[in-house]
């Protein structure tokens, strides 16, 4: 079973760029995609990338696309989301995910971790 952990969420600034950060524990990650989500105060939880862990295949949703970027170290089991151009709409909690290749939803999930854009 895979385990997740956020980490890197906080307080910043508009404009300001952020990177979180999914640490990975379990069992091996291949076979698995793995993925960032954000939900904002109110609204529901939103897909923004998506990853595959074996070949680094990424997918962006509109929200995401041009100013966050997925990415993956092997290494050190991490899955990372460097985000840039950071506003107020940005507000929430990330959430990240993963779930085996050829299944449709996602199944594991991590707590969430806040991030604030201050405007």
């Known amino acids: 079973q895979v385990q997740l952990r956020e980490s890197g969420g906080g307080l910043v600034q508009t404009g300001d760029s952020l990177r979180l950060s999914c640490a990975a524990s379990g069992r091996p990650l291949s076979g698995f995609t793995l993925a960032w989500f954000h939900q904002a105060p109110g609204k529901e939880r939103q897909l923004l990338a998506t990853?595959?862990?074996?070949?680094?295949?990424?997918f962006y949703t509109d929200s995401a696309r041009g100013r966050f970027t997925i990415s993956r170290d092997k290494f050190r089991n991490t899955m990372d989301l460097q985000m840039n151009g950071l506003n107020p709409e940005d507000t929430g909690v990330y959430f990240c995910?993963?779930?085996?290749?050829?299944?449709?939803?996602?199944?594991?999930w991590g707590q969430g971790i806040q991030v604030t854009v201050a405007s």
């Open positions: 995910a993963g779930r085996p290749y050829g299944q449709t939803d996602f199944g594991t």
């Open positions: 990853i595959t862990w074996s070949a680094g295949r990424t």
